[in-house]
């Protein structure tokens, strides 16, 4: 007879709650396939969640979410959270339009207390919350669970020494999947782990100290050290025992009789902030996965029995992939150039450039912070360093960005991956800010690739740029299929250049939006209104010349750009208005820019079509700025 599955049964952590431990392993394994199942389906993040499966199941059942509150560091591990709090039904909808988010989202449960996407801000996030239960005196948990990889930002570790200087009740779970920082798990370190959680032990070691402190004070010193020595040796917690927290480990995270005796324990502690120490793997239970290099950490939709992941046909080649080669190119005529990344050497193309020179390649962690000012100090050394960071996680560098790089011009060259929408990951991932916070700095240099030619172009410009700091930004995903030079030539800085002449309407682009503009063009054509088209290049500095020829001889002039307002197109304005174009009244200026809003996830071309930045909304827009009707625009804004 044919077992009910046990997923069915529990529909939220509730239910869960009301079973039995011993059916605790037999919805692990449900759970697993479960996931394994949607992500074949929709892509995604598939290592990281079957890592933290029997750690799932154990936190919904010893903790009575949503009440206590569970926070996944990146949130590219809950699939299997969202699956067990009430969004089975829609997980194959997973960073599809219209679906689930990749990561947790307030908006999206009450189970996602805390929205996040960027690593390491859980155990930020996790004192806030537990100090706002403190100040309203509730009582309640606070977890944060973070991963091995997450640890090495500095945020993580600052967040730690204040909440141990708080002493709040907080539970942080350090997901040790990859840096091999523990001792050997198994039937010794579990008892050490369940011994040193345990309340009597904690009482024995409150009365040890009660007892110790009526000694003279060198041998209550002595005797600390020694009892905390002891506990360091045998589970090697030191580290985050001088940080003010209770360490608890290691323990094996895929074994429930390890981790539920714990997680209780820690549970009912009445002490300030407790590190439990979990050993996971990537993958875990899927043999295709546990094969793989990198545990399927991303993948795209998959065969569930073999684990061939389905390929798309790719009419050109990737941008990152443009730049990767272009970049070894540059570096074999110039041993000055060295590249850094935070944490992504595959996902900028910097895993091809180690390749090729291992020694001028440096990969910081999770870091942004770090990898801007470790790049300001190779530039002041006389190098060339290539700091290859997405545009999202370059805010998080930013402050450094700005001290350390553009105050001193010091030379370091930004190569900004995914501008612009990204698609399936949606708002907190996309590249929407970049043009507007860089060109803002004095001295920076910002351009924009509109094709991959054009990118390798821009690799070449900023490999012979020594002036200060300068940036170009490319998109997530393939090329146009334009034809590639044999090596990319010099620009002039702060010169643009035009594709298609006309008189009538100009379209400035920034970025490859220029597609779209030439297809726009054509369609304007058609209607009789003859379309110069530019590719301006450069965000800063402007091309003065083609904006003062643009406004005298044309009608309207537009600009598009793959970014938020106050990015190219308010500089554009800037520069009208300060040259007295805007003061000839028959010139009509618009703008065309990202919505003011955070798009969730769907495809790109969805998004842009949306945002009104496709060939459509070009031509919509150029005709409104004529007065004339265009018929209903697909825009979100009014």
Not at 288 to 291: L, S, Y
Not at 438 to 445: N, R
């Given at each position: 007879?044919?077992?009910?599955?046990l997923?069915?049964?529990?529909?939220?952590?509730?239910?869960?709650?009301?079973?039995p431990?011993?059916?605790?392993?037999?919805?692990a394994?449900?759970l697993?396939?479960?996931t394994?199942?949607a992500?074949?389906?929709?892509?995604g993040?598939?290592?990281?969640g079957?890592?933290v499966?029997?750690?799932?199941?154990?936190?919904?059942?010893v903790f009575?979410?949503?009440?206590?509150?569970?926070?996944w560091?990146?949130?590219?591990?809950?699939?299997?959270?969202?699956?067990?709090?009430?969004?089975?039904d829609?997980?194959?909808?997973?960073r599809?339009?219209?679906?689930?988010?990749?990561?947790?989202?307030?908006?999206?449960?009450?189970?996602?207390?805390?929205?996040?996407?960027?690593?390491?801000?859980?155990?930020?996030a996790?004192?806030?919350?537990?100090?706002?239960?403190?100040?309203s005196?509730?009582?309640?948990?606070?977890?944060?669970?973070?991963?091995?990889?997450?640890?090495?930002?500095?945020?993580a570790?600052?967040a730690?020494?204040?909440?141990?200087?708080m002493?709040?009740?907080?539970?942080?779970?350090?997901?040790?999947n990859?840096?091999s920082?523990?001792?050997?798990?198994?039937?010794?370190?579990a008892?050490?782990?369940?011994?040193?959680?345990?309340?009597?032990?904690?009482?024995?070691?409150?009365t040890?100290?009660?007892?110790?402190?009526?000694l003279?004070?060198?041998?209550?010193d002595?005797?600390?050290?020694?009892?905390?020595f002891?506990?360091g040796?045998?589970?090697?917690g030191?580290?985050?025992?001088?940080?003010g927290?209770?360490y608890v480990?290691?323990?094996?995270?895929?074994n429930l009789?390890h981790?539920?005796?714990?997680l209780?324990?820690?549970?009912?502690?009445e002490?300030?902030?407790?590190?439990?120490h979990?050993?996971t793997?990537?993958?875990?239970?899927?043999p295709?996965?546990?094969?793989a290099?990198?545990?399927?950490?991303?993948?795209?939709?998959?065969?569930?029995?073999?684990?061939?992941?389905?390929?798309?046909?790719?009419n050109?080649?990737?941008?990152?992939?443009v730049?990767?080669?272009?970049?070894?190119q540059?570096?074999r005529?110039?041993?000055?150039?060295?590249a850094?990344?935070?944490a992504?050497?595959?996902?900028?193309?910097l895993?091809?450039f180690?390749k090729?020179?291992?020694?001028?390649?440096?990969?910081?962690?999770?870091?942004?912070?770090?990898?801007?000012t470790?790049?300001?100090g190779?530039?002041?050394?006389?190098?060339?360093?290539?700091?290859a960071?997405?545009?999202?996680?370059?805010?998080r560098g930013?402050?450094q960005?700005?001290h350390?790089?553009?105050i001193q011009?010091?030379?370091?060259?930004?190569?900004?991956?995914?501008?612009?929408?990204?698609?399936?990951?949606?708002s907190t991932?996309?590249?929407?800010?970049?043009?507007?916070y860089?060109?803002?700095?004095?001295?920076?240099?910002v351009?924009?690739?509109?094709?991959?030619?054009?990118?390798?172009h821009m690799?070449?410009?900023a490999?012979?740029?020594?002036?200060?700091?300068?940036a170009?930004?490319?998109?997530?995903?393939?090329?146009v299929?334009?034809?590639?030079?044999e090596?990319?030539?010099?620009l002039?800085?702060?010169k643009?250049?035009?594709l298609v002449?006309?008189?009538?309407i100009?379209l400035?682009?920034l970025g490859?939006?220029?597609a779209?503009?030439?297809?726009?063009?054509?369609?304007?054509k058609?209607?009789?209104l003859?379309?110069?088209?530019?590719?301006?290049r450069f965000?800063?500095?402007?091309?003065?010349?083609?904006?003062?020829?643009?406004a005298?001889?044309?009608?309207?002039?537009?600009?598009?750009?793959?970014?938020s307002?106050?990015?190219?197109?308010?500089?554009?304005l800037s520069?009208?208005?300060e040259?007295?174009?805007?003061?000839?009244g028959?010139?009509?200026?618009?703008?065309?820019?990202?919505?003011?809003?955070?798009?969730?996830?769907?495809?790109?071309?969805r998004l842009?079509?949306?945002?009104?930045l496709?060939?459509?909304g070009?031509?919509?827009?150029?005709?409104?700025?004529?007065?004339?009707?265009?018929g209903?625009?697909?825009?979100?804004?009014?």
């Open positions: 007879m044919t077992k009910t599955p997923l069915d049964q529990v529909p939220t952590p509730a239910q869960l709650r009301a079973l431990e011993s059916d605790l392993r037999r919805l394994d449900e697993r396939a479960e394994i199942s992500v074949s389906v929709t892509g993040h598939l290592g990281a079957l890592g499966v029997e750690l799932t199941v154990a936190l919904h059942y009575d979410t949503p009440r206590d509150r569970i926070i560091d990146v949130g590219h591990q809950a699939y299997p959270h969202k699956i067990l709090t009430g969004r089975r829609r997980i194959r909808t997973l599809q339009g219209g679906g689930l988010s990749g990561f947790t989202k307030r908006s999206e449960s009450d189970y996602d207390p805390f929205g996040a996407a960027h690593s390491s801000t859980s155990i930020s996790g004192l806030g919350m537990a100090v706002a239960r403190d100040l005196g509730g009582r309640n948990n606070v977890v944060a669970v973070i991963g091995d990889g997450a640890m090495s930002a500095g945020m570790y600052e730690m020494n204040n909440a141990g200087a002493h709040s009740r907080l539970i942080v779970i350090l997901n040790d990859d840096m920082i523990a001792p050997p798990t198994g039937a010794m370190s008892y050490l782990a369940r011994l040193v959680s345990s309340h009597t032990y904690r009482s024995l070691r409150e040890a100290k009660q007892l110790a402190r009526r003279p004070k060198f041998f209550y002595k005797a600390k050290r020694t009892e905390e002891g506990r040796f045998w589970t090697g030191t580290l985050f025992e001088e940080l927290f209770y480990g290691p323990i094996d995270g895929h009789d981790l539920l005796p714990v209780k324990n820690v549970r009912d502690m002490r300030g902030p407790v590190l439990v979990v050993v793997q990537k993958g875990k239970g899927y295709p996965a546990e094969a290099e990198d545990k399927y950490h991303g993948v795209n939709t998959f065969d569930v029995v073999t684990g061939a992941q389905a390929k798309p046909k790719a050109a080649p990737s941008y990152t992939r730049f990767a080669d272009a970049l070894v540059e570096a005529r110039d041993d000055r150039i060295v850094v990344t935070a992504m050497p595959a996902g900028t193309g895993d091809v180690g090729a020179f291992p020694a001028r390649t440096f990969d910081v962690g999770i870091a942004e912070q770090h990898a801007v470790f790049a300001a190779l530039a002041s050394e006389g190098y060339k360093p290539f700091c960071i997405y545009s999202t996680f370059l805010q930013y402050d960005l700005v350390d790089v553009s011009k010091l030379p370091v060259r930004f190569a900004i991956d995914r501008a612009g929408l990204v698609g399936a990951d949606g991932h996309a590249g929407s800010f970049d043009i507007a860089l060109t803002c700095l004095p001295d920076m240099v351009m924009a690739a509109a094709d991959e030619a054009e990118l390798t690799v070449a410009t490999a012979a740029y020594d002036e200060g700091p300068i170009f930004r490319y998109p997530r995903g393939e090329g299929g334009v034809e590639m030079p090596r990319g030539e010099v002039e800085i702060g643009g250049r035009v002449e006309g008189s009538h100009a400035l682009s490859t939006r220029l779209e503009c030439l297809k726009a063009a054509e369609d304007l058609a209607m009789g003859s379309t110069t088209v530019a590719d301006a965000a800063k500095p402007l091309d003065r010349d083609l904006l003062r020829r643009l005298q001889s044309h009608d309207v002039l537009i600009t598009v750009e793959e970014g307002s106050g990015g190219f197109g308010a500089a554009v520069a009208l208005a040259d007295g174009a805007l003061d000839r028959a010139l009509r200026v618009r703008t065309m820019t990202l919505p003011d809003v955070y798009l969730d996830q769907d495809k790109p071309e842009y079509a949306k945002a009104g496709d060939a459509k070009v031509v919509a827009r150029a005709l409104e700025a004529l007065g004339r009707e265009a209903p625009a697909q825009s979100l804004i009014a």
